[in-house]
């Protein structure tokens, strides 16, 4: 079971911009596309209520029915950002469809193994990590080529139409697979999630994708991942949504994990129970989605992080201790309303910090966060219910989710300033005596003549300055004076190479020019920056 994600429904606060919510699909690459994807997406619900319902099948114990929520998530935090640099360096659409035949086979292998009786626990756990592993190398190359199929101008809305193809699936999907599930077995649903990759495969091998010409070489696989990181570790805003959204997944995890035992084992009932409340989140999901814009209008992210996880916790509460179907029904409903709007607002705050070079890495951070919480999370809570019991899991589950608005209230969402990534092309490129090795580290020094009495409010302003420049690549910064000259600053950074170096003219943004003029105003009157570049000398 896969909790419902939303395909970055980040961007549909802009929709006003788009001609309508609807003109993508007149797009027929982009509909085909959205329509193999419903299909698909409900074979992957499908996937996910046969493998949770085979598990309890297979054994009582609530620590192995939790792992089959932590085999589906701990690949994705695993291979998150491995993934990230690979569908920033390579071409995306080559890259899906080796990925779709991946699935195809291991899925079809585990309903032709589960038909004949060969599938065992361990058995299961190992298919589930393996499409896992699939998943997580396409959802940040899924998540980046929404730009290539539409307009610009109707991009906000193909994102939007993303979210509400995945939420419909997921309120079709499990309903379908309770029912195949309960009349014929868990095999069936395994083999139709292999099929339903047909449909998208066919579209991407029609799909003739133009070929941009980079004017710089790939990055390589490492380095990208390093870079990545090294974004992350630098952009404040974006580790705030991340420490927010590890307050909520954590916790959260727990109904996921449990909720395949719940039915069977508490509400003593069948797959097609199962199915019918997994079903109503995806409706209480594509509900919520509906209604979202006009919610985000009038409160914060914050509060409304804050108001969700608290709906949540309370759904988590009554799915512990109510036995009553239709009020379970209704807070399912609940349920998938308040995961819809969580999700929502973390990728809206994700995606504002993201440049385009490094989005697929940066979302992929998101990724390991949420599938770190949710791996993580179901481990812990399986092995916690096997000592105190799956109600009272549940309950500790959503007193710390509450707990954990409060203690993360702090990183505020959304509050920072909204940087202007367009490309500022006035960054000139260096003027050299020789061709350095693509390969050859470099050593910049720019130099900076302050004004006497501005030199604390210099170096203040020269803090944005670092974390620029190692968002941008460096992996050294220092600001140095002159001990004979307190006027006088030299700023060093280091770059892994020639070539990445170059690239960091070309990643030079309106904001970065923004953040560099605060730092340059408290120049000498008539100074200006002087730049030195120095490469390493290879037999030094």
Same mark, same amino acid.
């Given at each position: 079971?896969?909790?419902?994600?939303?395909?970055?429904?980040?961007?549909?606060?802009?929709?006003?911009?788009?001609?309508?919510?609807?003109?993508?699909?007149?797009?027929?690459?982009?509909?085909?596309?959205?329509?193999?994807?419903?299909?698909?997406?409900?074979?992957?619900?499908?996937?996910?209520?046969?493998?949770?319902?085979?598990?309890?099948?297979?054994?009582?114990?609530?620590?192995?029915?939790?792992?089959?929520?932590?085999?589906?998530?701990?690949?994705?935090?695993?291979?998150?950002?491995?993934?990230?640099?690979?569908?920033?360096?390579?071409?995306?659409?080559?890259?899906?469809?080796?990925?779709?035949?991946?699935?195809?086979?291991?899925?079809?292998?585990?309903?032709?193994?589960?038909?004949?009786?060969?599938?065992?626990?361990?058995?299961?756990?190992?298919?589930?990590?393996?499409?896992?592993?699939?998943?997580?190398?396409?959802?940040?190359?899924?998540?980046?080529?929404?730009?290539?199929?539409?307009?610009?101008?109707?991009? +906000?809305? /193909?994102?939007? *139409?993303?979210? &509400?193809?995945?939420? @419909? !699936? =997921?309120?079709?999907?499990? %309903?379908? #697979?309770?029912?195949?599930?309960?009349?014929?077995?868990?095999?069936?649903?395994?083999?139709?999630?292999?099929l339903s990759y047909v449909g998208i495969l066919a579209v991407?091998?029609?799909?003739?994708?133009?070929?941009?010409?980079?004017?710089?070489?790939?990055?390589?696989?490492?380095?990208?991942?390093?870079?990545?990181?090294?974004?992350?570790?630098?952009?404040?805003?974006?580790?705030?949504?991340?420490?927010?959204?590890?307050?909520?997944?954590?916790?959260?995890?727990?109904?996921?994990?449990?909720?395949?035992?719940?039915?069977?084992?508490?509400?003593?009932?069948?797959?097609?129970?199962?199915?019918?409340?997994?079903?109503?989140?995806?409706?209480?999901?594509? +509900?919520? /989605?509906?209604? *979202?814009?006009? &919610?985000?209008?009038? @409160? !914060? =992210?914050?509060?409304?992080? %804050?108001? #969700?996880?608290?709906?949540?916790?309370?759904?988590?509460?009554?799915?512990?201790?109510?036995?009553?179907?239709?009020?379970?029904?209704?807070?399912?409903?609940?349920?998938?309303?308040?995961?819809?709007?969580?999700?929502?607002?973390?990728?809206?705050?994700?995606?504002?910090?993201?440049?385009?070079?490094?989005?697929?890495r940066g979302l992929a951070a998101f990724v390991v966060v949420?599938?770190?919480?949710?791996?993580?999370?179901?481990?812990?809570?399986?092995?916690?219910?096997?000592?105190?019991?799956?109600?009272?899991?549940?309950?500790?589950?959503?007193?710390?989710?509450?707990?954990?608005?409060?203690?993360?209230?702090?990183?505020?969402?959304?509050?920072?300033?909204?940087?202007?990534?367009?490309?500022?092309?006035?960054?000139?490129?260096?003027?050299?005596?020789?061709?350095? %090795?693509?390969?050859?580290?470099?050593?910049?020094?720019?130099?900076?003549?302050?004004?006497?009495?501005?030199?604390?409010?210099?170096?203040?302003?020269?803090?944005?300055?670092?974390?620029?420049?190692?968002?941008?690549?460096?992996?050294?910064?220092?600001?140095?004076?002159?001990?004979?000259?307190?006027?006088?600053?030299?700023?060093?950074?280091?770059?892994?190479?020639?070539?990445?170096?170059?690239?960091?003219?070309?990643?030079?943004?309106?904001?970065?020019?923004?953040?560099?003029?605060?730092?340059?105003?408290?120049?000498?009157?008539?100074?200006?920056?002087?730049?030195?570049?120095?490469?390493?000398?290879?037999?030094?």
């Amino acid at each position: 079971m896969k909790p419902a994600q939303s395909s970055e429904p980040a961007e549909s606060e802009s929709t006003d911009a788009a001609p309508s919510a609807w003109s993508p699909l007149a797009n027929g690459l982009f509909r085909n596309l959205w329509l193999a994807t419903i299909v698909s997406n409900v074979g992957t619900w499908m996937q996910d209520v046969g493998a949770g319902w085979l598990m309890t099948s297979l054994s009582s114990s609530p620590s192995m029915v939790a792992l089959v929520e932590a085999a589906d998530s701990i690949p994705l935090m695993l291979l998150a950002l491995p993934a990230g640099a690979l569908a920033d360096i390579v071409d995306r659409r080559r890259l899906l469809i080796g990925v779709q035949f991946y699935l195809l086979f291991v899925a079809g292998l585990l309903g032709i193994l589960t038909l004949l009786g060969l599938t065992t626990a361990w058995v299961l756990l190992g298919f589930v990590f393996a499409l896992g592993v699939g998943g997580a190398v396409v959802m940040p190359a899924w998540s980046s080529i929404v730009p290539d199929l539409v307009q610009k101008d109707e991009l +906000a809305s /193909a994102i939007a *139409l993303n979210s &509400i193809a995945i939420n @419909v !699936s =997921r309120a079709i999907g499990p %309903a379908i #697979a309770g029912l195949l599930v309960a009349a014929v077995g868990a095999w069936l649903v395994f083999v139709l999630n292999a099929l339903s990759y047909v449909g998208i495969l066919a579209v991407l091998l029609r799909w003739q994708k133009e070929h941009h010409r980079r004017t710089l070489p790939a990055e390589r696989f490492v380095s990208a991942i390093r870079v990545g990181m090294r974004f992350v570790l630098h952009s404040r805003p974006l580790q705030m949504v991340l420490i927010r959204g590890a307050a909520f997944f954590i916790f959260a995890s727990a109904t996921w994990s449990l909720f395949p035992l719940i039915v069977r084992r508490e509400l003593g009932r069948g797959p097609e129970i199962y199915g019918l409340l997994l079903t109503c989140i995806g409706i209480g999901a594509v +509900a919520g /989605a509906m209604v *979202l814009p006009r &919610i985000r209008a009038k @409160v !914060s =992210r914050d509060a409304l992080v %804050a108001a #969700a996880s608290v709906l949540y916790a309370l759904a988590a509460l009554a799915l512990a201790h109510v036995q009553n179907i239709g009020l379970l029904a209704m807070a399912m409903l609940a349920t998938g309303a308040a995961w819809i709007s969580i999700l929502s607002a973390l990728q809206v705050s994700a995606q504002i910090t993201l440049p385009p070079w490094v989005r697929a890495r940066g979302l992929a951070a998101f990724v390991v966060v949420f599938m770190g919480g949710m791996a993580l999370g179901s481990i812990l809570w399986g092995l916690l219910a096997n000592r105190m019991g799956i109600p009272a899991t549940l309950t500790t589950a959503a007193l710390g989710m509450v707990l954990g608005i409060g203690a993360t209230w702090k990183f505020k969402l959304g509050e920072h300033e909204v940087l202007d990534f367009t490309p500022s092309m006035d960054w000139p490129m260096p003027v050299l005596a020789e061709t350095p %090795a693509p390969d050859v580290p470099v050593m910049v020094t720019i130099e900076y003549r302050i004004q006497p009495d501005k030199r604390e409010v210099f170096v203040e302003a020269m803090q944005p300055v670092r974390e620029m420049r190692r968002r941008n690549g460096a992996y050294f910064w220092q600001l140095f004076h002159d001990s004979e000259d307190p006027t006088r600053f030299v700023e060093t950074f280091m770059d892994e190479s020639w070539l990445e170096h170059l690239r960091q003219h070309e990643r030079a943004s309106v904001a970065d020019r923004e953040i560099l003029r605060r730092a340059k105003q408290y120049l000498a009157q008539a100074e200006v920056t002087k730049t030195s570049h120095w490469l390493a000398e290879r037999d030094a």
